[in-house]
């Protein structure tokens, strides 16, 4: 694994991303973030408050269509309750995710880690933007008696996995080699 993160920012580092890296650094934004020293803390904890929001979200969602909480509402209830949480608190990560990448360019753009959960978040949102819409779909036109096929029960705890993958290496970009 480690080879491969290791080739990988080898690469990186022959792309335009390093070149684009070194120019981010040149920037007033970038010197207003690093030389203040709130500047990367706060946007951190910008990151870390919209995960717990968005994952807290797609996590009650996925239990109630697996009938382990929230019985009381109908599916189509929950899901209109939490979704706004979920894409609103993935717009508020990618701007605190923008604001970490612009204060230490040259650690993230060339970072194997961190493009492989770029990749990981354009996967989870493509799945569950599906998932959301076959939700929604079958669950208004069945009622509120509707409950959520196998496949969709496992799609739901997939996204649940994706996104721990997503905070896997969300942590690991600090230390991934560059
Ligand atoms: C579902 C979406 C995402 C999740 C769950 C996630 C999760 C995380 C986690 C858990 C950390 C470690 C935070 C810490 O220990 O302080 C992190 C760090 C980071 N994330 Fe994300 N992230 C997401 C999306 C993004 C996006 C879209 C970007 C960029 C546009 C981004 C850029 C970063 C950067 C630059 C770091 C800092 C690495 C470091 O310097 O330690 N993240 N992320």
Redesign the pocket.
Known sequence: MGDFFYGLTDWLRTTFLLDWAFWIETTGFNQVLVTNFWGVPLA?VM??IG?GA??AATLMLTLRISNLAGGARTVPEVSSRYMPWIWWG?VW??VS??L??WA?PV??MINGV?WM??LL?VV?VLITLAFQGAVRKSATASGPAWTASSGVKVTGWLIVIL?CL??AH??W??YAPV
Request: hydrophobic share 65%; glycine share 8%.
């Open positions: 951190q990151h870390i995960i968005a994952f993935l990560i990618v995710g923008l970490m990448l230490e650690r993230n961190f959960k770029m978040l989870t996104w997503i905070m969300g942590r970009i600090a």
